[in-house]
């Protein structure tokens, strides 16, 4: 048995006075996905951005690979290398191209050459499925495809897992569908990922584990299966409830969308 | 006529010219007013034309012997300009109430002020007119290139070193206020304070005569020339950091996160993200504040340096009677100066931007 | 009709504030007199430069309230005329708005001297000094202050012209972030263009438009000084002739720096509070 690639320890966190994250604590295995949902408000995006260290908790510790990066005088920038991130408003750098937004990380932080950043680059793009846009302007890109650049940025640096802040939260109903095909792709491959989401579809297709955060603490944890069969508490199933009146059922979501609108 | 205001030579064509594009004018004003009150719209061009056509003929006709007969009197060229605004206005507006009776009265002040603008845009066409037919019979062109070859170099030379300093200084400032504590930012503050709200003149003149002694170190002769390049540059440094700050902060703060979650430290976010989109951000404004400079180096005649403003002056007491015409001539050799820049830097560069999506937090 | 009584309401209400502002602005003055008085009566600082030039407070006084009163007219006029050069660019026809776009690029491309010296020097009218001044004494010292004569008129002109140029650009930054959409429902109610404008732009507009406006308005004494190139005695001119007199430049030009600085921070802080004061939800 390996060491888990993420380990969070009691994990407290708060912004002024208010508490945001009372004592959250999990742990993550190779290959494994999970998926953390929960109301909004909830702590959820605190939560990732505890784990790359973004903003520091006040108490707890995370362990990545055995590594605890909480401690004082570890260096943050070289550990922040090996989680990846993909943001909600996918952040990409207005300025640089596409290929260049993906190989800045290679080059100004890993060091490569200009070639071979560029090569890997297109490969990460390639993987997302936007190897044709690897010239355009962020502005150039609609949200779907600027957030699967924002994915390939991630992918090139090659992480030990890369974690997904709520990636298709603010994006149009017709393009969530390719950014959650590539986001499957790299489940199936064995990429390691947590996952902020309210797309339980893609949860109940290749989560490992799911997790509902109220409130920050865990209120219930278990496999898609148990939430979509029995979930315990009151508040998971009415927020259950919410969901599938506003989304719909899943199965629909889980259908891959035409090869035409790539 | 009215043109007569100015000390040029072709009074007669150009107040002709003036009073039939003083026509054209006011009949498109009325029309389009009178279209405005027409709730329906049948022969709306042809009845609003004819009234407005009608007026304004009245008024051109009206016009051309009242000053022939002021004119016979040798009543001061002022004065018969003034008296025949008022006559326009009181005549304009007798006929569009004696028209339109009880609709317009409560509009009588929309009259006024539109003849009062027209009085004004006939003063300023009647010198545009005058100038361009200066330039035509060829005696502006002396003009503008002595102002220029005199004057020019100065003003190129103040303008480049005022903005210098004042770069460094407001790159610097910004610096200071967006990433030091709060004491950096409470000098850099204080700073912007002060300078933006001295004079240019009291800040020249402080440093021309109250502390001369502090370019001890430089020649006498250049102590003019030191304390406007140091007013100019630490005035523009205060509004320079203001624009670098602004740029600064309105680069999407989501970027540093996904450049830090890259594993890029501070400064490297900084130097390549922050800073190259925030350099293209701030051309907009400093293309402005450039012209700010160049505007504000035309101060430097007060104390002596001869640059364009300064030139246009000695021209014009060499040449007894043209100052109107030589500080014409300066105006338009300053917008030359000033408008493409913006222009293109400034408009251009904004769309540039929204095109790429950038300057939006 | 509506608007009238609306906007005679807030014509009252800023006459109010004009006043209080007014009076606070005359009791400081009389304080601050009072004060650089006392404290040069000291023996320590009687010979100092700051106090001999504070000896002349009723030139800098005469001075001061000449720069208040260009600065006045200046802002006022500035404002009528630039609401309505920017009413022109925005929704006159294609030959207004390129008319106004004209004036407003032209005057911001031009140095305010150039401007000025213009509509002084270049209308060329031969006037005999005349001057409609008053008189008064405060503290044993008799201050002249000038209401009008040919060079404040011109400067006041000249002021104005400039001003409500770049207090165009303001407004029409503020119309145009009141959106055309607001303009088209009110249309689709029936107004005509005018009326749409007069009470459903407008309004949004002038409330929009007053950080920026502050600014330029807190900012404008500052540009008043270059009315002294004409001879006007306002606070520079003063300064100029004190020093003329006395030899001591520094004392003297800080002191008028010092002076500029406070009421630009002062004006900037009243128009902050009256930002606050007047603001609507969401606007």
């Known amino acids: ?262 | 006529m009215i043109a007569m205001f100015f000390q040029t030579n072709l009074d007669i064509i150009t107040g002709i010219v003036n009073q039939l594009l003083m026509f054209l004018i006011g009949t498109y004003i009325l029309r389009w007013y009178i279209k405005e009150k027409k709730t329906h719209y049948t022969n709306v061009w042809d009845t609003s034309f004819k009234t407005a056509f009608i007026v304004n003929l009245i008024w051109l006709i009206i016009n051309i012997p009242v000053i022939i007969i002021f004119d016979f009197l040798f009543i001061e060229d002022t004065l018969v300009a003034l008296i025949n605004t008022g006559i326009n206005i009181l005549i304009g507006t007798i006929v569009v109430i004696v028209l339109y009776k009880r609709e317009f009265r409560e509009s009588l002040l929309f009259v006024v002020v539109i003849q009062l603008a027209l009085f004004i845009t006939s003063l300023v066409l009647g010198l545009l007119i005058s100038i361009i037919i200066g330039f035509i019979i060829d005696k502006n062109y002396e003009i503008a290139y002595f102002i220029l070859s005199v004057g020019l170099p100065f003003t190129l030379l103040l303008t480049a070193l005022g903005l210098l300093i004042g770069f460094m200084l407001g790159i610097s400032l910004a610096l200071m206020r967006v990433y030091g504590g709060i004491e950096l930012g409470w000098l850099s503050n204080g700073y912007e304070k002060i300078f933006r709200g001295i004079p240019i003149l009291v800040l020249i003149y402080i440093f021309a005569f109250g502390l001369s002694d502090l370019f001890w170190f430089i020649d006498p002769v250049q102590i003019p020339l030191a304390s406007i390049v140091l007013a100019l540059g630490l005035r523009s440094g205060a509004y320079q950091s203001q624009i670098f700050r602004g740029a600064i902060l309105s680069v999407n703060p989501g970027q540093i996160d996904a450049a830090r979650a890259l594993g890029m430290s501070g400064s490297q976010a900084f130097r390549h993200i922050t800073f190259p989109q925030a350099i293209r951000l701030a051309v907009p404004s400093w293309s402005n504040e450039y012209s700010v400079v160049i505007k504000d180096s035309s101060f430097a005649y007060v104390i002596g340096i001869v640059e364009l403003t300064k030139a246009a002056y000695d021209y014009s007491y060499a040449f007894r009677g043209t100052w109107a015409l030589s500080i014409g001539i300066l105006a338009i050799l300053y917008f030359l100066l000033t408008f493409p820049v913006t222009k293109i830097f400034g408009e251009r560069q904004t769309r540039k931007l929204k095109e790429l999506g950038m300057g939006g937090s | 009709m509506k608007v009238e009584e609306k906007s005679l309401e807030g014509k009252k209400f800023k006459s109010r504030k004009v006043l209080l502002g007014a009076s606070i602005g005359i009791i400081s003055i009389i304080l601050a007199i009072i004060i650089s008085n006392l404290i040069c009566s000291l023996p320590i600082f009687i010979n100092s430069d700051y106090c001999i030039v504070i000896g002349f407070w009723d030139r800098i006084v005469a001075g001061f309230l000449t720069t208040m009163w260009l600065y006045g007219w200046s802002l006022m006029f500035g404002f009528f005329l630039g609401l309505f050069l920017a009413l022109l660019r925005q929704y006159g026809g294609s030959i207004f708005s390129q008319g106004a776009t004209i004036y407003i690029e032209f005057i911001r491309g031009t140095p305010l001297i150039a401007q000025l010296f213009f509509i002084f020097y270049g209308l060329n009218i031969p006037i005999e000094n005349w001057n409609i001044l008053t008189e008064f004494t405060i503290f044993g010292k008799e201050i002249t202050f000038v209401f009008l004569n040919h060079r404040i008129l011109f400067g006041i002109m000249a002021l104005s012209l400039n001003s409500a140029a770049y207090q165009a650009e303001y407004f029409r930054g503020a119309m145009m972030s009141v959106g055309t959409e607001q303009l088209l429902a009110a249309q689709s109610l029936g107004m005509s263009r005018v009326t749409a404008i007069r009470h459903v732009i407008l309004p949004q507009a002038l409330r929009r438009v007053i950080p920026a406006w502050s600014n330029e308005a807190a900012y404008l004494p500052k540009y008043t000084v270059v009315v002294s190139l004409i001879g006007t005695t306002e606070l520079f001119g003063q300064a100029k002739t004190i020093v003329s007199n006395t030899f001591i430049s520094l004392s003297t030009y800080i002191i008028v720096a010092i002076i500029f600085l406070v009421t630009i921070a002062i004006v900037s802080k009243g128009l902050d509070l009256l930002h606050k004061r007047t603001g609507i939800p969401g606007l």
Request: with cysteine.
């Open chain 1, 1 to 262: 048995m390996s060491e888990p690639v993420i380990r969070v320890v009691d994990l407290w966190k708060s912004y002024e006075d208010l508490e945001v994250l009372k004592g959250v604590s999990f742990e993550l295995a190779e290959r494994e996905v999970k998926v953390i949902f929960g109301p909004s408000g909830s702590g959820k995006s605190t939560l990732l951005r505890c784990i790359n260290m973004l903003s520091p908790p006040e108490k707890g510790d995370i362990f990545l690979r055995g590594q605890k990066i909480t401690e004082q005088g570890v260096n943050l920038n070289k550990v922040r290398t090996r989680l990846g991130m993909v943001f909600q408003h996918f952040n990409l750098f207005a300025h640089l191209r596409a290929i260049d937004n993906v190989s800045i990380g290679l080059r100004r932080v890993k060091g490569m050459n200009k070639d071979e950043a560029q090569a890997k680059a297109f490969e990460a793009l390639n993987r997302v499925r936007m190897a044709q846009w690897v010239d355009h302007y962020p502005a150039q890109l609609s949200g779907g495809q600027q957030q699967r650049v924002g994915i390939a940025r991630a992918l090139a640096m090659e992480p030990d897992v890369i974690l997904f802040d709520e990636p298709t939260s603010a994006l149009d109903p017709e393009l969530i569908g390719e950014v959650l095909q590539v986001m499957l792709d790299l489940a199936k491959t064995g990429t390691t990922m947590i996952v902020v989401t309210h797309e339980l579809g893609f949860a109940k297709a290749v989560a490992s584990e799911m997790i509902f955060l109220g409130e920050g603490t865990i209120i219930e944890r278990g496999s898609p299966q148990h939430f979509f069969v029995s979930p315990k508490s009151e508040i998971v199933k009415k927020f259950l409830k919410q969901l599938e009146v506003l989304y719909g059922t899943h199965e629909e979501l889980l259908k891959p969308p035409d090869k035409e609108n790539y």
